[in-house]
């Protein structure tokens, strides 16, 4: 599996951004699909993710309301909506996959994952 994420760059506090991450192979195939970020000295952390057959995405309390992820299977693409940016965003964001159905409380823990993107960088400024 290879996953590509793109999207990052540098916005102020308010902004917005969208990620993009393009996954190799059937995109219907991967049953979960996620975002991750790691800011620099902490450790990474599951920030939103989608379960197929579930009844909606789940996101991290710290991004709820302000970031929205999506998938699109017909791109081979999922993405991740980021509005209303804040400084505490700032992080490398990475996407991962499972082919299976990931339980709930799993969805947005690193160990979770094997698959995973290079990572796009976000710098939000004050």
């Known amino acids: 599996v290879q996953l590509q994420a793109s999207g990052g760059g540098l916005v102020q506090a308010g902004g917005s951004l969208r990620l993009s991450c393009t996954a190799s192979g059937i995109a219907s195939d991967y049953q979960t699909v996620a975002w991750f970020r790691q800011a620099p000295g902490k450790e990474r952390e599951g920030v939103s993710c989608?379960?197929?057959?579930?009844?909606?995405?789940t996101y991290a309390d710290s991004v709820k309301g302000r970031f929205t992820i999506s998938r699109d299977n017909a791109k081979n693409t999922m993405y991740l909506q980021m509005n209303s940016l804040r400084p505490e965003d700032t992080a490398v964001y990475y996407c991962?996959?499972?082919?299976?159905?990931?339980?709930?409380?799993?969805?947005?823990?690193?160990?979770?994952?094997?698959?995973w993107g290079q990572g796009t960088l976000v710098t939000v400024s004050s």
């Open positions: 991962a996959v499972r082919f299976n159905r990931l339980l709930n409380y799993m969805c947005l823990i690193p160990g979770s994952y094997l698959n």
């Open positions: 989608i379960r197929s057959g579930s009844n909606g995405p």
